[in-house]
């Protein structure tokens, strides 16, 4: 049999040999660990690959519930902060209305794989709650090894899963397709959106299906941000109702974890900075109240600063945010910003005040900045960075912390891994990889 893509068509010789292999795998589970060839396995070779993948993670395949990432609490104000939150009628009418009597479910997932929205036929739910397919649980390939969801994303393309090929036993009764949703100006991964229940769910109308709404929810969620951004903009000295209600709901957004240059997303539109104006702009998003141009220029610049090198980069960033927004344009003496901007650091710290360590860890892709070198912006990166950590080993569950552990800044942090092992049971397959990063250190360090 051919390797396809996609799974055979429903109730096929050729599905029905498919599944006869994927068990097969399952039994042979531990020799896959160690590279069992294809031939023999038999599977398509983006389901080997992701078991493997999976495999690799260290994903059970006999524990029979995914985890629960998030409590009612964080789940519901994540979901009132998450982008896909505005498109869920357009989920709902094409997918969700239809799905009730169709022996269907539909999940929408944020992009690290938790489920943020799980509805549908009501018997399928209650079935479904057996495997913990529930809103705010983690169905990522590291948590639960092969699905649609987690899969789709880890490959960032539409994804179905049939049967015998999730790689959780528990799921073998299901089937799923699932599709990414990139955000229509950055093209970033905003989440993915699913289809999950018996053979019918990977039927090749039901993908076309799911990609067709997907592609109608990007582009209305494209035309909510123009509308909102057309709002602000009306605003000689009375802005209207709606659009100071509009300007309230758009958030301007700075993004600096994990990058080496900004992403600034202004009204709707977003931007790619240079490295010396996303310093500038985390440092003044730091210090809403505004900075002299000497207080700028000691935070900016590692040795003594120029002020006249300050003002043709002020004139050079002024000029690319006048092609966003003029309202957004900086203003000097003191130099600050006139517009509120939501940096993604600033939301880290904000969980982490609120004790939603989770939604912090989720949302810290890395450093910030991490190869400035310019003062403001190391101490607010070190200001993150440890308060994070801290809040981890303080209060945080075993799976934050291995993905903590995963960050290039956690590489050779020995009491982080010490903290893993207190907390993890004797008998835990996780155990080995922690003592194997341990001695790794210990080898690195020694060199």
Not at 210 to 224: G, Y
Not at 424 to 435: D, F, T
Request: hydrophobic share 40%; aromatic share 4%.
């Amino acid at each position: 049999m051919r390797n396809p893509v996609h799974p055979p068509v429903p109730g096929s010789d050729a599905a029905e040999l498919l599944q006869k292999r994927a068990l097969l795998g399952h039994e042979r589970m531990d020799s896959l660990r160690r590279g069992l060839p294809e031939d023999i396995v038999g599977l398509r070779r983006l389901v080997r690959e992701s078991w493997q993948r999976s495999a690799s993670l260290q994903a059970n395949p006999d524990v029979a519930e995914a985890p629960l990432a998030m409590d009612r609490d964080e789940l519901e104000e994540y979901r009132r902060q998450h982008p896909l939150a505005t498109i869920m009628p357009v989920i709902k009418k094409l997918l969700v209305q239809p799905s009730h009597d169709s022996g269907l479910l539909v999940a929408v997932g944020d992009d690290v794989g938790r489920l943020l929205w799980v509805d549908g036929d009501p018997v399928m739910q209650r079935r479904a709650e057996g495997m913990m397919f529930v809103a705010g649980a983690d169905w990522s390939e590291a948590s639960v090894g092969t699905s649609a969801p987690g899969t789709a994303l880890a490959l960032d393309r539409s994804i179905q899963i049939s049967g015998a090929e999730h790689f959780k036993r528990s799921v073998h009764p299901w089937s799923c397709t699932a599709v990414p949703f990139h955000d229509p100006d950055s093209g970033a991964v905003l989440g993915v959106v699913d289809i999950t229940g018996t053979e019918t769910a990977v039927a090749a109308h039901t993908l076309s299906l799911v990609e067709a709404t997907v592609a109608a929810a990007q582009a209305q969620l494209r035309i909510e941000r123009l509308q909102l951004a057309a709002a602000v903009k009306e605003k000689p000295r009375r802005r209207s109702a709606s659009a100071a209600s509009a300007h309230t709901l758009y958030r301007n957004s700075l993004q600096l974890l994990g990058r080496d240059q900004a992403l600034l997303s202004i009204d709707g539109r977003t931007v790619s900075l240079s490295a010396r104006h996303s310093e500038i702009l985390a440092i003044l998003s730091n210090n809403p109240a505004g900075l002299t141009a000497e207080d700028l220029c000691t935070q900016l610049y590692p040795g003594d600063g120029s002020a006249v090198t300050l003002r043709a980069e002020m004139v050079r960033l002024r000029k690319v945010i006048q092609e966003l927004s003029p309202d957004a344009v900086p203003e000097s003496r003191p130099y600050r910003l006139p517009v509120e901007l939501l940096p993604d650091s600033g939301q880290v710290l904000s969980c982490l005040q609120r004790g939603a360590h989770r939604i912090a860890l989720e949302i810290y892709k890395g450093g910030l900045l991490p190869r400035s070198e310019a003062p403001g912006v190391v101490q607010l990166r070190e200001r993150v960075s440890h308060l994070l950590r801290e809040a981890l080993l303080s209060d945080g569950s075993v799976d934050s912390l291995l993905k903590y552990a995963e960050l290039p800044e956690a590489k050779y942090d020995v009491d982080l891994r010490l903290a893993v092992l207190k907390l993890l049971p004797p008998r835990s397959p996780k155990r080995a990889a922690v003592v194997a990063d341990l001695e790794r250190i210990e080898t690195d360090m020694t060199a």
